[in-house]
């Protein structure tokens, strides 16, 4: 077996050939190299891509580690794996841009990450007790039309992609905020308000590109 999360199994095939029974078990968990990885892994999934016998194994083998085995169909592993980097490193990526816009009001990296660190992990267990829908906040959870466009302005005129990743994620926003008691027409005007933000800053990151 192979512990690579982005990998297809297939990568074995000359094991198989040879008479080897070939799988995959991926934990999606991020190890830190320290003796405390082996009580921090309990309570994380595990990706189990097998059959037969070795599938029992290796969900056996998941069960003493305390994790949760996952199973995913053949040729699915880039897409799982696409996705769960999107949720850790892009995670990181998300908080760095953040603290970058905190830096031009002052603060720095230190004092940046002990302000929102705290809200960020509120948010996170609110999404596990609640849904990713009812653990929105914020404006386009309110229905905070004039917030928004002010917000989205705001990032516009900051320039670089920073309007652009604003509005995208906006957009997510606006999905989940569809799930909501946020009341239609509100989530339309401000889905209408982002889509307009960002035909100005993807056309404008479009030209930068070309001119470059």
Known sequence: ??????????LLAPARDQGASIGGFHPLYLF????TDVDRIAGCSVTIEADGALKDALM????ALRCHPL?????????????????????????AENVN???????????????????????????RDRGLANALAGPVSRGDLGVVEKQLSLME?????HGALFGLMSRRAVALA???????????????????SLTRTLKGAAKGASAE
């Open 1 to 10: 077996m192979h512990c690579s999360g982005a990998s297809p199994v297939e």
């Open 101 to 127: 816009l905190w830096r031009k009001l002052g603060f720095d990296e230190h004092d940046a990450l002990r302000a929102l660190l705290p809200m960020m992990a509120g948010t996170l267990e609110t999404a």
């Open 60 to 63: 056996a083998l998941a069960a």
């Open 32 to 35: 830190s190299g320290d003796l």
């Open 157 to 161: 005129e900051m320039g670089g992609d």
């Open 71 to 95: 199973s995913i169909p053949a040729g699915g592993r880039l897409l799982y794996h696409a996705a769960a980097h999107n949720a850790a490193s892009f995670t990181l990526c998300s908080l």
């Open 178 to 196: 569809r799930l909501r008691a946020t009341p239609p027409a509100a989530v339309d005007a401000i889905g209408a308000a982002v889509e307009r």
